[in-house]
């Protein structure tokens, strides 16, 4: 009986975030819904259409999402809420997020939409796997860097002159 | 005598050199991220979007076939050496092959696996060759009312049927309806939720919708809880070969999984988990050996893999015929379709039986190579697990990067995966499942087109979906999706009251 009431006190704050959490996606929800709602009203209507026109099914998807909104709101105050996340191979899902890490792909990211216009598809991918693998833990930078570097060569060589995509060359222009 | 002439044909196009090699692309490309966890096929068919300005369509969609197939075939691989399934349809596998494969008979399980996944496999095909005329026929008579309600069902069961909680799965249909709906609308030329982006016009494209959801959504969730200590595999160890005792164990439970997996794949309903579940709990039913199950017990191995391959092939019935994709890999594929500008259902074995005939074809020789490939090498397969986690995912950012960019070499579209990226991550976070969203996105517009069509048609008289009896017949299953999981969910429950009533006395 003991045992019980001690777990029950370690227990609560976090269910009590979560529920928040859930209150919390609840609402976007529903704002999400509204949001669609206000935006078909501003779909023009020409007159020819006005019997099953451009803005019967937004309306309905609007309605919807509000709805499922409310059903999750209903959900999140009596306190039932599913499982906390989705399992997967690679995740612990009794670990807290780590903000460090995504925050770290986040930056990687952003870095390659910035380059893959000015330095290339072969330079902003390298970067983008050398600067991933670093924030996810990894710290073979002597691994890392020819490994990105050829795989970016390869998939640039498989894509471009395979495949006929038309990918942006950067400080390789002109090196054909 | 029709199926066989075509099929004839169809080998004649699959057996060209050409598409043998992409065949060949198609089931290693398969196999590798089937083992490989945080990709499935459905993010490599749609990663491999882009080929299609350059390929001829039959030989893309041997290729997308193939890593279809060649998905359930290295999912089951990992699941019995790992103990964590790749995709859902393998949880079963993962019960008992894991099990096996800790008691050393590791082997045999990846044995009857890959042997049971290429019997099923080769009957669900030719369940498809003989049973796609059938359906062209009966589907010759669909009128767009029709094809609402079938693209309604197809909503419904993939909402209901899957995940944990019903709202759940409306949220993530609505949203993925939602983002279906940005850009011109092609009926009435009007411009919907564009926001005043001029990119935005020609909508969100599925490519970027499916790699953002799952492979920068996964990115990101893996990162914030990554596992850290790798999961053990379980060496392969003992005899490669089955006794004899285990294939007489085995070839009963494959027919019965086929004889199960076919049929409820081909449904509009579809999804693989069912049937994989249903043979599960019936090999424990009629096994000899009930002692064994829970320890190891091949049966419950053999069965399930056969179900989910055979569902396999049955998915391929509504999506060619129908044009009704009832999975996430499935609905990809039917966006493959688009992009080439062909439209699958009956016309399309008229007007393309080179394709729709050489891609069926194609299938029989993928499970031939698939076997050949999965028997002697699973071991060299299950080495891709050891690949460190940073690099997997870093390349599969890149690979992410790619697929998005080369669409219209244009950063928004950058800007979009990124954020849709982050809604996979909350999506994981809350327990939402991807695929209603996905299956949404594709599906939303060509059920809004058949509704639009089916009410002009009917001059804006909305009784037309419940006064046609093939409409409404269909609407009747739709509210029978619904029900069905409700009524099975409470009396779940009761008997679980009882059973704790019973405990407690």
Redesign the interface.
Same mark, same amino acid.
């Given at each position: 009986m003991m045992d019980r009431n001690r777990d029950w006190r370690r227990f609560q704050p976090r269910l009590r975030r979560e529920a928040l959490g859930e209150l919390a996606l609840a609402v976007a929800v529903v704002l999400f819904g509204a949001l669609v709602l206000y935006e078909t009203t501003q779909i023009r209507v020409t007159p020819a259409y006005s019997k099953v026109g451009p803005r019967v099914i937004p309306y309905i998807v609007g309605t919807g999402l509000v709805l499922v909104g409310l059903w999750l709101t209903i959900q999140a105050l009596v306190g039932k809420s599913a499982a906390p996340s989705t399992e997967s191979e690679d995740v612990d899902v009794t670990l807290p997020t780590d903000w460090v890490t995504v925050g770290g792909i986040a930056v990687a990211l952003v870095v390659y939409l910035l380059l893959i216009e000015r330095a290339g598809f072969v330079v902003a991918s390298a970067v983008l796997y050398v600067g991933a693998a670093f924030a996810m833990g990894s710290r073979r930078l002597v691994r890392d860097i020819p490994v990105g570097v050829a795989l970016a060569v390869v998939v640039y060589l498989v894509f471009t002159r395979g495949l006929d995509l038309r990918l942006p060359a950067g400080v390789f222009e002109g090196l054909d | 005598m029709g199926a066989l002439g075509d099929l004839a044909g169809g080998f004649g196009t699959a057996l060209s050199p050409e598409n043998l090699f992409w065949a060949l692309v198609g089931v290693l490309l398969g196999t590798a991220v089937g083992v490989l966890?945080?990709i499935g096929p459905a993010l490599t068919v749609a990663l491999l979007l882009?080929?299609t300005?350059?390929?001829e369509p039959v030989s893309a969609f041997i290729m997308f076939a193939g890593i279809y197939y060649g998905g359930m075939y290295g999912g089951s691989t990992?699941s019995i050496l790992?103990n964590?399934p790749?995709e859902s349809a393998s949880i079963v596998t993962a019960i008992e092959g894991n099990l096996m494969a800790k008691r050393g008979r590791g082997a045999a399980a990846l044995a009857t696996a890959a042997i049971g996944s290429f019997v099923a496999g080769t009957i669900g095909t030719l369940g498809l060759t003989f049973l796609a005329p059938v359906m062209v026929e009966v589907a010759l008579k669909f009128g767009a009312a029709e094809y609402f309600a079938l693209v309604v069902l197809a909503f419904t069961t993939i909402t209901a049927l899957l995940g944990? #909680?019903l709202? /759940?799965g409306?949220?993530s249909l609505?949203?993925g309806?939602?983002v279906g709906?940005v850009g011109i609308?092609t009926?009435?030329g009007?411009?919907?939720?564009t926001f005043g982006i001029p990119q935005l016009l020609d909508g969100i494209d599925v490519v970027t919708v499916a790699v953002g959801l799952f492979a920068?959504g996964?990115?990101?969730?893996?990162? #914030?809880?990554? /596992?850290?200590g790798a999961?053990e595999v379980v060496p392969v160890r003992g005899s490669v070969w089955m006794t004899r005792e285990e294939w007489r164990r085995s070839w009963k439970p494959w027919l019965r999984g086929t004889a199960v997996g076919f049929p409820i794949g081909s449904l509009p309903a579809g999804g693989a988990e069912i049937p994989t579940f249903l043979s599960y709990s019936m090999e424990k039913q009629l096994t000899k050996h009930p002692e064994e199950f829970g320890k190891g017990a091949i049966e419950g191995v053999a069965g399930p893999e056969a179900a989910n391959n055979a569902s396999a092939a049955g998915v391929l019935v509504p999506l060619l015929t129908l044009g009704l994709p009832t999975s996430a890999t499935a609905a990809i594929m039917l966006a493959a379709f688009q992009r080439y500008g062909l439209d699958p259902g009956p016309l399309l074995f008229d007007q393309d039986p080179d394709l729709v005939w050489g891609l069926i074809a194609s299938l029989y020789i993928g499970n031939v190579m698939l076997l050949v490939l999965n028997l002697p090498l699973a071991g060299v397969w299950v080495r891709l697990l050891a690949i460190?986690?940073?690099?997997l995912?870093?390349?599969i950012?890149?690979?992410a990067?790619?697929g998005t960019?080369?669409l219209n070499?244009s950063?928004v579209d950058?800007?979009v995966l990124?954020i849709l990226?982050g809604v996979g991550?909350?999506?994981?976070?809350?327990?939402i499942p991807v695929a209603p969203a996905v299956v949404g996105v594709i599906l939303?517009p060509v059920?809004?087109d058949h509704?639009?069509r089916a009410?002009?048609i009917s001059?804006?008289d909305y009784t037309v979906f419940v006064t046609r009896p093939l409409s409404l017949a269909i609407l009747l299953c739709v509210a029978l999706a619904l029900l069905a999981p409700l009524a099975l969910r409470t009396m779940r429950r009761r008997r679980e009251r009882v059973g704790r009533r019973v405990a407690a006395s």
């Open positions: - | 966890p945080g882009p080929v300005y350059s390929l990992t790992l964590t790749g944990s #909680s709202s /759940r409306l949220l609505f949203a309806l939602a709906l609308d009926l009435s009007q411009s919907r939720f920068v996964e990115t990101f969730w893996v990162a #914030s809880r990554l /596992r850290h999961e460190p986690r940073p690099l995912y870093a390349g950012l890149v690979f990067g790619l960019y080369s070499n950063t950058l800007v990124y990226g991550f909350l999506m994981r976070r809350f327990d939303g059920a809004e509704f639009r009410l002009q001059q804006g």
